[in-house]
């Protein structure tokens, strides 16, 4: 059984990148370290809010979490996802796909939905997650959040951190931003 540990900074992209964009689907890359079967995710880089269907920016947006996964000595883990509809907590087709091929060429990939009627709680789970399991994908209860990952994503969207957000399709129209975050 795959076991799935979820850093601060990590746990924080994801939940601005929803918030940054309420009324659309979102989704980026998550980046750690493995270790057997275990995960663990010490980063996420937004990448779509337009562009959530695969393309040929999916393509260099990977391309590009290569490149800096390899100079920050970390490997390409998962997926996140936010449905535009806030009741849907539905992996979409999409969605599968792209942690599909994720998942094949590298091995291993989770699949963290974001549960839009709760992110923004403090107690509820913000994250379905979802692993590869009996060729299809399943919810997984093998998500562990550090302690002050909810706490610190919390005062983050209070504070309206997201504004200082980029993803990935705002990068292709001002190629200034910083889309990798580094702020967080």
């Known amino acids: ?99 599909e091929t994720i998942r094949k060429q590298c091995g291993h990939c989770v699949v963290l939905l974001i549960n839009n009627k709760v992110f923004s709680q403090p107690d509820e789970a913000a994250f379905i997650p979802h692993v590869y399991t009996d060729n299809q994908w399943k919810v997984t209860n093998q998500l562990t959040i550090q302690e002050a990952a909810s706490v610190k994503s919390q005062e983050l969207i209070a504070s309206s951190k997201y504004k200082d957000l980029h993803d990935f399709d705002e990068a292709l129209e001002d190629a200034s931003l910083d889309w990798l975050n580094g702020f967080i």
């Not at 990448?47 to 990977?62: D, G, K, N, R, Y």
Request: hydrophobic content about 40%; proline content about 4%.
């Open 1 to 99: 059984m795959t076991s799935i540990q979820l850093d601060v900074s990590a746990h924080a992209i994801p939940l601005l990148h929803a918030a940054k964009y309420p009324a659309y689907s979102v989704c980026g890359v998550l980046l750690g370290k493995v270790n057997g079967s275990n995960l663990h995710i010490t980063k996420a880089i937004p990448f779509f809010h337009h562009w959530i269907t695969l393309s040929p920016m999916l393509e260099v947006a990977l391309r590009q979490t290569e490149i800096y996964a390899h100079d920050h000595k970390l490997t390409i883990i998962g997926w996140y996802h936010a449905n535009e509809d806030k009741d849907d907590t539905r992996l979409s087709d999409g969605t599968k796909h792209v942690a």
